[in-house]
Protein backbone atom coordinates (compact mmCIF):
# COMPACT_ATOMS: atom_id res chain seq x y z
CA UNK A 1 0.00 0.00 0.00
CA UNK A 2 1.23 3.10 -1.25
CA UNK A 3 -0.41 5.45 2.01
CA UNK A 4 -1.84 9.01 1.24
CA UNK A 5 0.43 10.33 -1.39
CA UNK A 6 0.67 14.39 -1.38
CA UNK A 7 2.53 16.26 -4.23
CA UNK A 8 4.39 18.75 -4.48
CA UNK A 9 6.38 17.93 -1.07
CA UNK A 10 7.39 21.55 -1.32
CA UNK A 11 6.60 24.68 -2.74
CA UNK A 12 7.98 28.11 -2.67
CA UNK A 13 5.98 30.86 -4.54
CA UNK A 14 5.55 33.89 -4.34
CA UNK A 15 2.51 36.39 -2.64
CA UNK A 16 -0.58 36.45 -5.31
CA UNK A 17 0.80 33.54 -6.79
CA UNK A 18 -2.36 30.86 -7.10
CA UNK A 19 -1.05 27.66 -5.48
CA UNK A 20 -2.46 24.25 -6.07
CA UNK A 21 -1.84 21.22 -3.67
CA UNK A 22 -2.55 17.75 -4.13
CA UNK A 23 -3.90 14.48 -2.54
CA UNK A 24 -4.44 10.48 -3.43
CA UNK A 25 -5.83 9.01 -0.80
CA UNK A 26 -5.17 5.52 0.31
CA UNK A 27 -7.45 3.07 -2.34
CA UNK A 28 -10.85 2.01 -0.07
CA UNK A 29 -10.79 5.10 1.83
CA UNK A 30 -13.88 7.14 1.68
CA UNK A 31 -12.83 10.20 3.68
CA UNK A 32 -10.42 12.58 2.99
CA UNK A 33 -8.98 15.56 5.58
CA UNK A 34 -7.08 18.77 4.34
CA UNK A 35 -5.07 20.17 7.52
CA UNK A 36 -3.28 22.99 7.84
CA UNK A 37 0.09 23.36 10.89
CA UNK A 38 2.08 26.27 11.93
CA UNK A 39 3.94 26.82 14.92
CA UNK A 40 1.64 29.35 16.37
CA UNK A 41 -1.76 27.63 15.43
CA UNK A 42 -0.78 23.79 15.86
CA UNK A 43 -2.90 21.36 14.01
CA UNK A 44 -5.85 22.93 12.39
CA UNK A 45 -8.56 21.26 10.04
CA UNK A 46 -9.10 23.17 6.92
CA UNK A 47 -12.17 20.95 5.39
CA UNK A 48 -12.79 17.31 4.93
CA UNK A 49 -15.20 15.35 2.69
CA UNK A 50 -17.29 11.80 2.73
CA UNK A 51 -17.84 9.74 0.04
CA UNK A 52 -16.53 12.76 -2.22
CA UNK A 53 -18.81 14.96 -0.85
CA UNK A 54 -17.78 18.26 1.32
CA UNK A 55 -18.69 17.93 4.71
CA UNK A 56 -17.51 20.84 6.74
CA UNK A 57 -15.39 23.80 5.65
CA UNK A 58 -15.68 25.88 8.43
CA UNK A 59 -11.96 25.56 8.75
CA UNK A 60 -11.27 27.21 5.31
CA UNK A 61 -9.64 30.47 6.11
CA UNK A 62 -11.30 32.77 3.81
CA UNK A 63 -12.71 32.71 0.29
CA UNK A 64 -9.26 32.59 -1.32
CA UNK A 65 -9.34 28.70 -0.68
CA UNK A 66 -10.97 26.04 -2.03
CA UNK A 67 -11.15 22.24 -2.32
CA UNK A 68 -12.36 19.62 -4.29
CA UNK A 69 -12.74 15.95 -4.60
CA UNK A 70 -14.04 14.93 -8.17
CA UNK A 71 -13.28 11.42 -7.40
CA UNK A 72 -12.44 8.86 -4.85
CA UNK A 73 -9.03 8.67 -5.81
CA UNK A 74 -7.95 12.40 -6.38
CA UNK A 75 -8.19 15.97 -4.63
CA UNK A 76 -6.85 19.70 -4.46
CA UNK A 77 -6.78 22.15 -2.34
CA UNK A 78 -6.09 25.50 -3.80
CA UNK A 79 -5.38 29.23 -2.40
CA UNK A 80 -5.39 31.94 -5.10
CA UNK A 81 -4.21 34.67 -4.20
CA UNK A 82 -1.48 33.35 -1.55
CA UNK A 83 -0.68 35.44 0.89
CA UNK A 84 2.61 34.64 3.18
CA UNK A 85 0.67 33.71 6.07
CA UNK A 86 -0.69 30.82 3.96
CA UNK A 87 3.20 29.70 4.74
CA UNK A 88 2.48 26.27 6.44
CA UNK A 89 2.69 22.55 6.22
CA UNK A 90 -0.86 21.27 4.59
CA UNK A 91 -1.36 17.49 5.15
CA UNK A 92 -3.87 15.18 3.74
CA UNK A 93 -5.52 12.27 5.64
CA UNK A 94 -7.79 9.73 4.79
CA UNK A 95 -9.80 7.09 6.47
CA UNK A 96 -12.19 4.05 6.25
CA UNK A 97 -16.07 5.66 7.10
CA UNK A 98 -17.36 2.78 10.06
CA UNK A 99 -14.30 1.68 10.82
CA UNK A 100 -12.48 3.09 14.03
CA UNK A 101 -11.66 6.50 12.32
CA UNK A 102 -7.77 6.10 12.67
CA UNK A 103 -6.67 8.79 9.92
CA UNK A 104 -3.50 8.25 7.88
CA UNK A 105 -1.79 10.99 6.67
CA UNK A 106 0.22 12.07 3.81
CA UNK A 107 3.96 13.43 4.13
CA UNK A 108 2.73 16.98 3.89
CA UNK A 109 3.31 20.06 1.51
CA UNK A 110 5.60 22.45 3.42
CA UNK A 111 4.05 25.93 1.27
CA UNK A 112 6.30 29.21 1.72
CA UNK A 113 4.90 32.28 0.25
CA UNK A 114 7.43 35.32 -0.01
CA UNK B 1 -12.65 25.13 21.95
CA UNK B 2 -10.52 21.80 21.80
CA UNK B 3 -12.10 18.64 22.19
CA UNK B 4 -8.29 17.20 23.64
CA UNK B 5 -6.05 18.99 25.58
CA UNK B 6 -2.91 18.08 26.90
CA UNK B 7 0.02 18.27 28.85
CA UNK B 8 2.24 19.06 29.58
CA UNK B 9 3.33 20.78 26.55
CA UNK B 10 6.58 20.25 26.57
CA UNK B 11 8.64 17.20 28.35
CA UNK B 12 12.26 16.33 28.26
CA UNK B 13 14.05 13.53 29.79
CA UNK B 14 17.33 11.04 29.54
CA UNK B 15 16.84 8.10 27.85
CA UNK B 16 15.68 5.30 29.54
CA UNK B 17 13.39 7.22 31.62
CA UNK B 18 9.49 6.89 31.12
CA UNK B 19 7.63 9.58 29.95
CA UNK B 20 4.06 10.39 30.74
CA UNK B 21 1.43 12.79 28.39
CA UNK B 22 -2.29 13.06 29.61
CA UNK B 23 -5.08 14.46 27.40
CA UNK B 24 -8.70 15.42 28.41
CA UNK B 25 -11.40 16.01 26.55
CA UNK B 26 -15.02 17.00 26.86
CA UNK B 27 -17.89 14.94 25.28
CA UNK B 28 -18.55 11.58 25.34
CA UNK B 29 -15.91 9.24 22.78
CA UNK B 30 -16.69 5.87 21.40
CA UNK B 31 -12.56 5.41 21.60
CA UNK B 32 -9.43 7.52 22.15
CA UNK B 33 -6.39 7.84 19.70
CA UNK B 34 -2.62 8.66 20.30
CA UNK B 35 -0.58 9.78 17.30
CA UNK B 36 2.90 10.30 17.01
CA UNK B 37 4.92 13.21 14.77
CA UNK B 38 8.54 13.37 13.80
CA UNK B 39 9.41 16.35 13.06
CA UNK B 40 9.24 17.10 9.27
CA UNK B 41 6.43 14.28 8.91
CA UNK B 42 2.61 13.72 8.79
CA UNK B 43 1.19 11.98 12.09
CA UNK B 44 1.08 8.40 12.40
CA UNK B 45 -1.52 6.25 14.43
CA UNK B 46 -0.04 4.77 17.52
CA UNK B 47 -3.04 3.21 20.00
CA UNK B 48 -6.59 3.50 19.97
CA UNK B 49 -8.34 2.92 22.97
CA UNK B 50 -12.09 2.33 23.43
CA UNK B 51 -14.53 3.33 26.04
CA UNK B 52 -14.97 0.25 27.40
CA UNK B 53 -11.28 -0.34 28.18
CA UNK B 54 -9.34 1.05 31.01
CA UNK B 55 -5.70 -0.03 29.85
CA UNK B 56 -4.09 -1.28 26.87
CA UNK B 57 -0.43 -2.12 25.58
CA UNK B 58 1.51 -1.63 22.66
CA UNK B 59 4.86 -2.65 22.94
CA UNK B 60 6.71 0.18 24.78
CA UNK B 61 3.47 1.97 25.13
CA UNK B 62 0.85 2.06 28.01
CA UNK B 63 -2.68 3.64 27.25
CA UNK B 64 -5.05 4.64 29.93
CA UNK B 65 -8.39 5.99 29.96
CA UNK B 66 -10.78 7.01 32.69
CA UNK B 67 -14.38 8.24 31.16
CA UNK B 68 -15.76 9.51 34.27
CA UNK B 69 -12.52 12.18 34.55
CA UNK B 70 -12.27 12.03 30.58
CA UNK B 71 -8.51 11.78 30.82
CA UNK B 72 -6.44 9.18 29.15
CA UNK B 73 -2.63 9.10 29.55
CA UNK B 74 0.05 7.61 27.22
CA UNK B 75 3.49 6.42 29.16
CA UNK B 76 6.21 5.27 27.36
CA UNK B 77 8.85 3.24 28.73
CA UNK B 78 12.24 2.97 28.83
CA UNK B 79 12.26 6.00 26.86
CA UNK B 80 15.19 6.19 23.59
CA UNK B 81 16.04 8.94 21.24
CA UNK B 82 14.26 7.78 18.72
CA UNK B 83 10.53 8.50 20.39
CA UNK B 84 11.49 12.29 20.40
CA UNK B 85 8.37 13.46 18.53
CA UNK B 86 5.46 15.61 19.09
CA UNK B 87 2.26 13.18 20.35
CA UNK B 88 -1.27 14.06 20.13
CA UNK B 89 -4.67 12.49 21.53
CA UNK B 90 -7.42 12.73 18.94
CA UNK B 91 -11.57 11.96 19.21
CA UNK B 92 -13.83 11.11 17.00
CA UNK B 93 -16.43 13.66 16.45
CA UNK B 94 -20.39 12.42 16.27
CA UNK B 95 -20.21 8.79 15.35
CA UNK B 96 -19.21 7.75 12.09
CA UNK B 97 -18.55 11.41 10.70
CA UNK B 98 -14.94 10.19 10.16
CA UNK B 99 -13.97 13.53 11.67
CA UNK B 100 -11.34 13.57 14.56
CA UNK B 101 -10.82 16.23 16.73
CA UNK B 102 -6.84 16.45 17.44
CA UNK B 103 -5.36 17.88 21.04
CA UNK B 104 -2.52 20.22 20.47
CA UNK B 105 0.00 17.74 21.29
CA UNK B 106 2.81 17.41 23.91
CA UNK B 107 6.50 17.38 22.38
CA UNK B 108 8.73 14.94 23.60
CA UNK B 109 12.56 15.47 23.79
CA UNK B 110 14.60 12.62 24.79
CA UNK B 111 17.76 12.93 25.49
CA UNK B 112 21.00 10.39 24.69
Request: charged share 20%.
Amino acid sequence: DAGVIQSPRHEVTEMGQEVTLRCKPISGHNSLFWYRQTMMRGLELLIYFNNNVPIDDSGMPEDRFSAKMPNASFSTLKIQPSEPRDSAVYFCASTRLAGNNEQFFGPGTRLTVL
Amino acid sequence: SQQGEEDPQALSIQEGENATMNCSYKTSINNLQWYRQNSGRGLVHLILIRSNEREKHSGRLRVTLDTSKKSSSLLITASRAADTASYFCATPLGSNTGKLIFGQGTTLQVKP
